[in-house]
């Protein structure tokens, strides 16, 4: 059985005692051409923000083979994604575009962190684009904390995966079933050893979603991993890869806390 030790996408779990690099970002000059990236971020913890007030994040976290995203419009692509970690373990990265607050990285004027009691809806929309040749999931993963903290790893974790490719399964183990954002998902929970994590897998691969994040972090409260009186601080979209990967690429984001 695979699992996923105190992972943590940008900089948590592993990499929870490092400090989120500035990371420098290269410019492409811009051609017209729909495809062209806006810019290109190779640092292992770098970023940029993108025209809609997301940030692109590399977050190589758990590899020291080159990786590099492009940055397009409020979407990214993964271009180049060296090297492979073992199946049965933690994934290499997790290349991703986010709103709120992640190792005190904000995204431009986000209203994150938030309490619970007081969001009323999350609505999000992604759409995405796969490859073959790789093992990766593609999910969202969103972050509760009792404080309002922008640094550090948040004790709650949600993933939602809306696709995985090869041999590789969340942290924890099945729980059971839920109907949610009009699908039905598999629900997998444990713990990673620095926060609590539950995980809802699409059965078969999902290329886009629009829907409530509230739903799911409804869901995480009714399962006593939160309380209305926590904050949820940042929402995350993107990939984790554990065998190559480029190619890959989240064409459309939005998220918005009501």
């Known amino acids: 059985m695979n699992t996923k030790p105190p992972t943590p996408r940008p900089l948590h779990r592993l990499a929870a005692a490092l400090v989120l690099a500035a990371g420098s970002v290269t410019a492409v000059a811009a051609t017209g051409a729909p495809a062209q990236a806006d810019t290109q971020v190779c640092d292992q913890f770098g970023s940029t923000t993108t025209p809609g007030g997301y940030v692109v994040q590399n ?85 509760l904390d009792p404080t309002p903290r922008k640094d550090g790893v948040n004790r709650t974790e949600i993933m939602i995966w809306l696709n995985r490719s090869g041999p590789v399964q969340p942290i924890g183990s ?14 997998w929970r444990g713990s990673n050893g620095q926060n609590d994590v539950i995980s809802y897998v699409a059965p078969s691969a999902l290329t886009g979603l629009s829907f409530n994040v509230k739903e799911f972090i409804d869901g995480a409260v009714a399962q006593g991993l939160a309380t209305p009186d926590w904050y949820l601080t940042s929402v995350q979209a993107g990939f984790e890869p554990w065998q190559n990967g480029a190619g890959l690429a989240v064409t459309r984001f939005s998220v918005s806390v009501n």
Do not use: M
């Open 59 to 143: 977050n190589a976290w758990g590899t020291s083979s080159p990786q590099c995203v492009n940055q397009v419009g409020d979407g990214f692509q993964l271009t180049r994604a060296d090297g492979s970690v073992p199946t049965n373990g933690a994934p290499k990265s997790y290349p991703s575009i986010f709103a709120g607050c992640h190792y005190t990285n904000c995204s431009p004027g986000t209203n994150l962190p938030k309490q619970i009691r007081t969001i009323g809806s999350v609505p999000s929309t992604i759409a995405y684009q796969y490859v073959g040749g790789a093992v990766y999931d593609a999910a969202y993963d969103i972050w």
């Open 174 to 187: 099945k729980t059971g079933t839920a109907s949610l954002a009009g699908h039905s998902w598999d629900v």
